[in-house]
């Protein structure tokens, strides 16, 4: 991944592709390595013990979900732009009832210097 040529795109415009068109963003993006520049809303640590940095997208509560590879004395913190490269896997599920909108996620990532 890291020496991988990479599409690059912002976190909004990503989202925007998946919300308005989710098959030609599925086929365009999915299961593909891109490179997404955003803010970061929050971060947390999974039960693996990898970093998670959520990317605002200006919509609401639906982010750009990026699980780290390796954190390699990366420091950021909400507010932060943050460039990462990562592997796109889709949007996951939203809750219409609780109007929680779906995350898009991104794996194995590494942030970009």
Do not use: H, M, W
């Amino acid at each position: 991944i890291e020496k991988a040529v990479a599409e690059k795109t912002t976190a909004p415009e990503l989202y925007r592709a998946f919300i308005n068109d989710p098959t030609a963003a599925q086929r365009k993006y999915s299961g593909k390595i891109i490179e997404v520049s955003g803010t970061v809303a929050q971060t947390s640590t999974n039960q693996q013990g990898q970093t998670i940095a959520l990317l605002k997208t200006g919509s609401g509560s639906g982010f750009v979900n990026c699980t780290l590879e390796k954190t390699a004395n990366t420091v950021f913190k909400e507010g932060d732009p943050l460039q990462i490269k990562g592997i796109c896997s889709g949007l996951g599920e939203a809750d219409i009832d609780l109007g929680i909108q779906p995350d898009l996620y991104l794996e194995r990532c590494i942030v970009q210097q």
